[in-house]
């Protein structure tokens, strides 16, 4: 054999060996949504720090592109992108995704000023409430999406929920539906002090389970979804869930935005939920 030869066949065994001990890359497509998830803060937010450990778990990278959240969730319907987070379960959206097992459970209420108080059992109730909420957001759950199809309640579709809170403290709407700590997160970046002029109804829309999708476009996509309920698995019995948990209750984002009352959130347990965001 000559020279040559031994050299190409040591060459191609490198490669080889390299390609088989690389770790896989799963990307997810996502936008800003903090706590949970944003790109300017400690470990990209708490679902995202969530999503990277139990893919690690698994021995799998992960990488996050931030994106408007509409551009984020069509690059995930395509395919183009493996999957996106913090999805609630939607009949709508079941056309195209698989979902994982449950990520986090946000909570859903109205935001409104503490001056204009209102109180509600239905939908019905809401009539003469204008609401402001972000395009193609449906955290709120199927019920909700279907009262304001059915023009049963009016709301006022915005391109960002910095817009939504802008209309509620001008007055122009009475209530934005929010997940709570998104909701006070939001507040107190965006108004600070003013953020006090903000509650929000005591009786919940309904609590909401985000998940980790992927587009049925995508020919990996069940192997993607067994894979990270695996390590999403193993961060729960291992303990290191709640560990992630207690350590972001604790960080300056939180105790400075969400009212101690409202923490910790519900624990999560280990569940593939009936139809209930982002």
Do not use: C
Not at 102 to 128: C, M, N, V
Not at 160 to 172: E, H, I, P, T, W
Request: charged share 25%; no cysteine.
């Amino acid at each position: 054999m000559s020279v040559l030869s031994r050299v190409l066949i040591l060459a191609f065994l490198i490669v080889f060996s390299q390609a088989s001990f690389a770790k896989q890359v799963v990307r997810i497509t996502t936008g800003e949504w903090a706590p949970y998830i944003s790109e300017s803060i400690d470990q990209k937010g708490l679902i995202t720090q969530i999503t990277k450990e139990a893919f690690a778990k698994k021995n799998i990278d992960v990488e996050i592109g931030f994106f408007p959240w509409a551009r984020a969730t069509e690059l995930s319907k395509s395919g183009e992108w493996d999957a996106t987070i913090a999805f609630a379960r939607l009949k709508e959206r079941e056309k195209f995704y698989l979902f994982s097992r449950t990520l986090y459970i946000g909570r859903y209420a109205f935001f409104h000023l503490k001056s204009q108080p209102f109180f509600w059992t239905g939908y019905e109730d809401l009539k003469e409430i204008k609401m402001a909420s972000t395009r193609g957001f449906g955290g709120m759950g199927d019920d909700f999406l279907k009262a304001e199809r059915s023009g049963v309640i009016t709301v006022m579709r915005l391109t960002s929920d910095v817009q939504s809170f802008n209309m509620l403290k001008a007055n122009r709407v009475q209530a934005v539906p929010s997940d709570l700590e998104a909701g006070y997160v939001l507040l107190h970046k965006i108004y600070g002090k003013e953020a006090n002029l903000f509650t929000h109804n005591p009786r919940l829309i309904q609590s909401s389970d985000y998940h980790l999708v992927v587009s049925k476009k995508n020919k990996n996509a069940q192997k993607i979804i067994d894979t990270f309920n695996e390590g999403l698995m193993l961060l729960h019995s291992s303990g290191r869930y709640d560990e992630i948990l207690k350590t972001w209750y604790n960080k300056p984002i939180y105790r400075q935005s969400v009212p101690p009352e409202y923490l910790p959130a519900p624990k999560v347990t280990m569940r593939t939920p009936a139809h209930h965001r982002f």
